[in-house]
Every structure is written in structure tokens, then in C-alpha cells.
């Protein structure tokens, strides 16, 4: 189902049900639509969301009884080795078998490790991650164990940000799903809020970013047919295409979650005007940074350590966050190269700035285009298929000549100037957006006197999704991979 129009339709009925039905059976029947939402897409998959939930309920139930820290320590590794037990085995157990079988072809012994092909849960890393948070909190004690097996299992598997977040923090999320047994659901203002972020989230997915994949996908796929000016622009719309597709993708949840009168988290501020990589990583997937901050960041030791420790702790938040995404040494290549370059931001800016010498209207503009051109080279080996291909797309990027400019031939017709086009206008809108969102007050945007212009703009979403919704090959969201 995953937000598709199955999902859509569904939604309705989902919402009717639980204004007709009252208390702790709300709970209940969200419960039961959230396990149908995952049971969509792979049923058996079911028992590895019940199997974590299990297992977190009753070592949180363990920590709660106990203040003696070996076994706190005891009950807490109990929950980390089966959640990141579960997230290796999925994920990384046949990456590591193949690269160790490449390892012993290449000494030259015959031996050989054999495992079966799995297919990856989808969301995994999310609800792994959301509900070992909330097992350290406890153990923290930080907040309180919830004592509702049913609202802990609700928490673990709250459907619209189950498959690819936003990864929310107990304190915040339980709180809210306690109360939505009695509260009333029938909100104007929460319902209005709701469905303008879930169809401002279906435009940036349906007609930014799967429009963009069109182009992305048949040169990235092929990079050695490409070079020049075919690879910049397939590299400049991939940043927009996993930008619009991720940030699509939570607006949909949250806008879905606000129907309920549920809050979540915001996992996106504007990451491509950012003036800096540490910039960057405060407004791009928010939820999951901070995760990595109090989770991994803090105690290999925050900024109580010295320089030199500091940095390295940096580099390895950096590299964890690109294995994270992936069994590929791409996505680990990815990490290690922002951790590279948010370390030399850091001390860049410790420096005497050469942008003091520029006239002040045009150093934001050139610091956001420098921090854009080093996200996309990064861009560059998370999309790549290989690290050979990484550096080959590179290496023809610059590869002046005959063919350095556009290359139409081996991009059929759809993939050719409309597409570009479309790319080119679904970019600038979204960027405007972003910038009207990002400087203009929620007073003035939510303004009576601006009420024909709102209508207008949606108006013309709606009318966009209809056009652009039933041409060309419907694209997965990027992150149900991950």
C-alpha cells in the first residue's frame, strides 16, 4: 500500500472509524491498520515489528524494576544485539559474506561462504532505530517505561512514518498517541494543515522527483555511454530528485499524522540553502541526525573531548550514517566524504574568511552554491551502483571533448527537453516554496488576505498531480530501500 492510491482511498475510511469509535479501542484499531499498512507490502515481515516490540516492552518492563547499573547494562544489551542483530542480518549479512568471498578469491583459496539472498524489509532501519531509542531513554531514565503494551506496539508501528520515518522520541510521540484515545479527532485547523502538506508532499514525489528519475535514472544506469554536461545535470537533478522524494515522503506522513491531531517531528528546513555543511546536517533529515547525535555522538563523548578526539568521533557518526543506508561501500564512501568535509567546514570557518573581501549580498548566495556543489559530489557515490561507476561519472563529468555536451541518443524520447524542462520547472518551484516557507512568518502566510492566492496554489498541486499522476511508470520512494 505504502501512500499509494489504494492507501489514499483508504485513508478516509481509516479517519471515519476512529471518529466513530471512542477510547482505548481507537488504540486498538490504529494498531490494527498500521500492522495492515506494513502487511502490504511483505505479510510476514509482520512478526519482525511484533518480535522488536516484544522484546523492547519486556526489557523496558526489566529496567524499570531494577536500579542495579550491571543489570540495567545487562537488560540494555539485550535489546541493542536483537534490534542491530535484526538490522545486520537483513541488511549487511550478505554484503559481508560477498566481500569476504572477493577477499578469498582474491588470496587465491577456494573457500567460500554461502548465504541466501534476502529481501529487505522495508523500513527496518526506522522502527529499529525508533524503538532502541526509546529503550535507552528508559534506560537513561530520561522517561518512564509505557506500561500499555498496546500503545508501545502503536509507537513502534504508528503507519504514517513507519516505512521511512520521521524517526520520532518516545517523549514526544507517546505522549500524543496516549491521548488520541479521548481527544477530540474533528480539528478544521489540523485537518486543513494536514491535507496541504500531504498534497504539497505528493507533488514534490509524484511530479518533481519521478519526473527527475527519468532523467537521472537511464544515465546513471549506463554512465559510461554519458559525459559532460549529461552527467552535471543528472547529478544536479538527483540532489533534487532524493531531496523531493524523501522530503515528499514526510511531508506525507506528517500531514497524514496531523489528521489524527498527531504531531510529528520536521525532518527537512530548506538543506539546499544551507551555508555550511553543519548547516546542512541541521536541516537535511533532521530526525535521524539528532538520533545519531544522542545516540552515538554524545557518548563517544559530544565536545567534552579534545580536538583531535573530537574529529575522529566526527568521522565515525559520518561513516556509521553512511552504512546506515546501505550494504554498499557507496553509501560508506558518501559518509566518510561529508564527514570529511563537515571537519574541514568546521575549521575553514575557524579561519580568516576570504568571503570578508566580498560584498555582503553576494556571499550568502556563493556559500549556499560551494555547500550545494560539495553535497552533490557526495551525491554522486550514494547513487552511483558502484564505487568504479562513482568515479567513472566523475572522471567523464570532465572529460572535455567531443560528446561533452548533452548526449540525447541513448535517453529515449520522454527522457529528452521536456523532461528537462519539467525537471528545470519543478526544481524552481520547489526551491521558491522552500524559500517562502523558510522567510516568511506563519502570521503573514496564513493571512486571510492571502487566502486566493493559497486556493490558487493548490489548486493548480491538485490539477498538476491529476496530469503528471497517470504518465510514466510510478517511482518507489528512495528510502523503502533503505
Not at 118 to 124: E, F, S, Y
Not at 383 to 394: C, G, K, Q, S, W
Not at 430 to 448: E, F, M, N, Q
Request: net charge positive; with cysteine; proline share 4%.
Amino acid at each position: 500500500m505504502t501512500f499509494s492510491n489504494s492507501f489514499l482511498i483508504s485513508l478516509p475510511i481509516i479517519f471515519a472509524s476512529l471518529l466513530i469509535i471512542r477510547g482505548r479501542f481507537r488504540w486498538l484499531l490504529l494498531l490494527f491498520f498500521s500492522y495492515l499498512f506494513y502487511m502490504s507490502w511483505r505479510v510476514e515481515y509482520i512478526l519482525l515489528i511484533v518480535f522488536s516490540t516484544l522484546v523492547d516492552y519486556f526489557v523496558t518492563s526489566l529496567l524499570s524494576r531494577t536500579s542495579v547499573p550491571w543489570k540495567k547494562k545487562i537488560y540494555l544489551s539485550i535489546s541493542v544485539i536483537v534490534n542491530i542483530g535484526l538490522l545486520f542480518y537483513f541488511k549487511y549479512l550478505f554484503f559481508f559474506a560477498d566481500s569476504a568471498n572477493q577477499i578469498l578469491s582474491f588470496i587465491g583459496t577456494d573457500g567460500r561462504l554461502n548465504t541466501p539472498a534476502i529481501l529487505l524489509p522495508v523500513g527496518i532501519s526506522f522502527y529499529t532505530f525508533q524503538t532502541l531509542g526509546y529503550t535507552i531513554d528508559v534506560y537513561r531514565g530520561k522517561i518512564e517505561r509505557e506500561k500499555n503494551p498496546v500503545v508501545f506496539a502503536l509507537f513502534v508501528s504508528f503507519f504514517p512514518q513507519l516505512v521511512a520515518g520521521p524517526i520520532e522520541r518516545s517523549a514526544d510521540l507517546l505522549p500524543q498517541l496516549r491521548n488520541i484515545a479521548h481527544k477530540k479527532l474533528w480539528n478544521a485547523s489540523d485537518i486543513s494543515d494536514g491535507l496541504r502538506l500531504i498534497t504539497w508532499g505528493m507533488f514534490k514525489k509524484i511530479v518533481v522527483a519521478d519526473r527527475l528519475a527519468m532523467y537521472v535514472n537511464p544515465i546513471y544506469n549506463e554512465p559510461e555511454t554519458f559525459r559532460g554536461m549529461s552527467l552535471i545535470l543528472a547529478t544536479v537533478f538527483f540532489a533534487f530528485q532524493i531531496y523531493c522524494d524523501f522530503s515528499g515522503y514526510s511531508d506525507i506522513a506528517i500531514g497524514v499524522a496531523r489528521l489524527f491531531g498527531v504531531r510529528l517531528s520536521k525532518n527537512f528546513d530548506a538543506p539546499y540553502f544551507a551555508r555550511s555543511l553543519p548547516d546542512f546536517w541541521q536541516r537535511w533529515h533532521i530526525t535521524l541526525s539528532k538520533w545519531f547525535r544522542d545516540y552515538l555522538y554524545i557518548p563517544l563523548g559530544g565536545n567534552r573531548v579534545s580536538e583531535m578526539r573530537w574529529g575522529f568521533n566526527i568521522i565515525i557518526v559520518f561513516a556509521v550514517s553512511g552504512i546506515w543506508h546501505g550494504a554498499n561501500w557507496t553509501f560508506a564512501i558518501w559518509g566518510l566524504l561529508h564527514g570529511g568535509m563537515y571537519l574541514a567546514s568546521h575549521y575553514l570557518s575557524k579561519m580568516k574568511s576570504p568571503f570578508m573581501y566580498i560584498p555582503r549580498w553576494m556571499q550568502i548566495p556563493i556559500q549556499t552554491f560551494l555547500v550545494f556543489v560539495c553535497v552533490c559530489v557526495a551525491w554522486i557515490f550514494f547513487r552511483a551502483n558502484t564505487v568504479h561507476d562513482a568515479f567513472l561519472i566523475i572522471g567523464n563529468m570532465f572529460a572535455f571533448g567531443d560528446g561533452w555536451a548533452y548526449r540525447w541518443d541513448a535517453i529515449n524520447v520522454v527522457s529528452g527537453e521536456l523532461t528537462i524542462a519539467l525537471g528545470l520547472f519543478g526544481i524552481l518551484t520547489v526551491l521558491l516554496v522552500d524559500g517562502l516557507l523558510k522567510w516568511i512568518t506563519p502570521d503573514v502566510r496564513s493571512s486571510a488576505k492571502l487566502a486566493p492566492m493559497r486556493l490558487a496554489f493548490y489548486t493548480l498541486l491538485v490539477f498538476s498531480l491529476t496530469l503528471f499522476g497517470i504518465q510514466g511508470p510510478a517511482q518507489q520512494f528512495v528510502y523503502f530501500q533503505f
